[in-house]
C-alpha cells in the first residue's frame, strides 16, 4: 500500500509541476527501492518496470517521445531495484541460516538483556526443560535460578556488564518446568549491549560425580567404623588424636585421652559365647555414648578396649567425665579406666603409653576406677 501511495504520489508530481528543472522521475527510486527490500529482486525488477511504465504514460500525455537518451534512467531505476533485492535477499538468506542455527542447536540458546529479561530463546528450552520459548521472553532468568546459586549468577552477569566481553564454563542450576533441577554449563558474552549465552545440560555427570563422591565417602567411612559398634574403629582414632596432638602443639590445652577395658570380659566371653560379648559389647558403646559431651570423641580401639578424646577438658573433670561414662556399663560388667593429658612435647603413642599405664594401675587397684596419669 505504501508502494503504490509512492509511485501515485510521484506521477502526480510529475503531471502537474511546471517546473522542468525538478528531476520528479528520479523520485521512482523510492518506491522501487521499498518493493525491492520487500520482496528481493522480483520486486525491484516489478517497481522498475512499474516506473517505466508510468514514465512512458507521462511522456506521451505530454506529447513526448522515449528516446535513447532516456536508457540511463531506466538503468538507475533498475539498478536500484536489483542492488536492493540482492541486498535483501542476502539478508533474508543469512537471517534464515542464523535462524536454522538457532533452532536446531542442541544447546540452550538465549539473548539477555541489560536487565537480565529473556530477549529470544531457541526451542531447546522446551525440549530440554519444558518451558515453551515463547513464554520465557521477557521474564528474568533469576526466576528459573535454583536459589543457592542466584548470587553467583548476579556475580557473573555484573561481570560481563562491567566490561568483561566472555565468561566460559560457568555452572548454575534452572529448574524445569516439572520442577527437577537441571545443571547447566554456560559460555557468553556480551554485545550491543545484549548478553548472548549458551549452555550445556551437565546434570548426568554432575550427578554421577555426587555419585562417585558419595561412594567415596562412603568407603572413607567404612574404612574408618568399627563394623561391631558402630563407632569409630583404631585408624580413625589415630587420625582424631593426631589431630589433637596438631592442635594441642599449636596452642590448645586440656585435651584428656582416656581408655576404657572391660573387666571381666574374657570371662563373659567364655562362659556365654562370643555372641552375647557381641552383644554386650554393642550394648556398652549404645550406653557410653549418651553420657558423651557433643565435643568428645569415642572409638574402639581393640577387642574390649575403648578410647575417648576430652578437648577442653582438665584433669578432675576429665575423671569425672570417664567416672560417669563407666557407671553407664551395662551388668554384669565393670569398667576400668586410665587418663591422661595430652602433651605437647610428647608424641600420641607416648601419651597413650602413660594412658595405658594409668589403666594398668587401676586394673592392679581393683578394677572397676578410674586412674590418672600425669605427664
Same mark, same amino acid.
Given at each position: ?85 540482492? =541486498?535483501?535477499? /542476502?539478508?533474508? #538468506?543469512? @537471517?534464515?541460516?542464523? &535462524?536454522?542455527?538457532? !533452532?536446531? $542447536? ?121 563394623? =561391631?559398634?558402630? /563407632?569409630?574403629? #583404631?585408624? @580413625?582414632?589415630?587420625? &582424631?588424636?593426631?589431630? !589433637?596432638? $596438631? ?129
Amino acid at each position: 500500500m505504501v508502494v503504490g501511495v509512492l509511485f501515485a504520489a510521484v506521477t502526480v508530481l510529475r503531471a502537474v509541476s511546471d517546473d522542468a528543472t525538478v528531476p520528479w522521475a528520479v523520485l521512482y527510486v523510492l518506491p522501487v527501492g521499498l518493493l525491492a527490500l520487500s520482496h528481493g529482486v522480483a520486486g525491484g525488477l516489478t517497481g522498475t518496470l512499474v516506473a517505466s511504465l508510468l514514465y512512458a504514460a507521462l511522456l506521451t500525455l505530454e506529447g513526448g517521445q522515449l528516446s535513447a537518451a532516456m536508457i540511463p534512467r531506466f538503468l538507475s531505476w533498475a539498478t536500484v531495484g536489483i542492488g536492493f533485492g540482492l =541486498l535483501e535477499q /542476502l539478508r533474508l #538468506r543469512s @537471517a534464515r541460516q542464523a &535462524e536454522g542455527w538457532f !533452532e536446531l $542447536s542442541s544447546d540452550l540458546l538465549a539473548e539477555v538483556d541489560a536487565e537480565g529479561h529473556f530477549v529470544q530463546v531457541n526451542e531447546q528450552w522446551f525440549r530440554l526443560l519444558g518451558h515453551p520459548a515463547g513464554s520465557l521472553v521477557g521474564k528474568s532468568y533469576q526466576d528459573f535460578v535454583h536459589p543457592d546459586d542466584l548470587e553467583a549468577s548476579r556475580r557473573a552477569e555484573a561481570s560481563l556488564s562491567g566490561g568483561e566481553m566472555t565468561i566460559n564454563d560457568f555452572e548454575n542450576r534452572f529448574v524445569a518446568a516439572d520442577g527437577r533441577w537441571h545443571w547447566i554449563l554456560w559460555s557468553s558474552r556480551v554485545k550491543d549491549g545484549l548478553i548472548y549465552s549458551s549452555g550445556k545440560d551437565i546434570t548426568d555427570r554432575k550427578l554421577a560425580e555426587r555419585a562417585r563422591e558419595d561412594q567415596l565417602n562412603s568407603e572413607h567411612n567404612a574404612a574408618r567404623s568399627d563394623e =561391631l559398634t558402630g /563407632l569409630p574403629n #583404631r585408624r @580413625a582414632w589415630e587420625e &582424631e588424636l593426631e589431630n !589433637e596432638v $596438631s592442635r594441642s602443639e599449636s596452642g590448645e590445652r586440656n585435651v584428656a585421652l582416656a581408655i576404657l577395658d572391660l573387666d571381666n570380659f574374657k570371662v563373659l566371653n567364655d562362659t556365654q559365647g562370643h555372641a552375647a560379648g557381641d552383644d554386650h559389647l554393642r550394648r556398652c558403646a549404645a550406653e557410653w555414648s549418651k553420657a558423651l559431651r557433643s565435643t568428645d570423641f569415642m572409638a574402639r580401639i581393640g577387642g574390649e578396649e575403648f578410647g575417648i578424646l576430652m578437648p577442653h577438658c582438665p584433669p578432675e573433670l576429665a575423671v569425672r567425665v570417664v567416672d560417669r561414662i563407666r557407671h553407664l556399663t551395662p551388668p554384669p560388667e565393670t569398667c576400668s579406666a586410665g587418663i591422661a593429658l595430652l602433651d605437647r612435647n610428647e608424641t600420641f603413642s607416648e601419651t597413650m603409653a602413660r594412658a595405658d599405664k594409668a589403666l594398668y594401675l587401676a586394673k592392679e587397684g581393683g578394677r572397676n576406677r578410674s586412674v590418672f596419669e600425669p605427664a
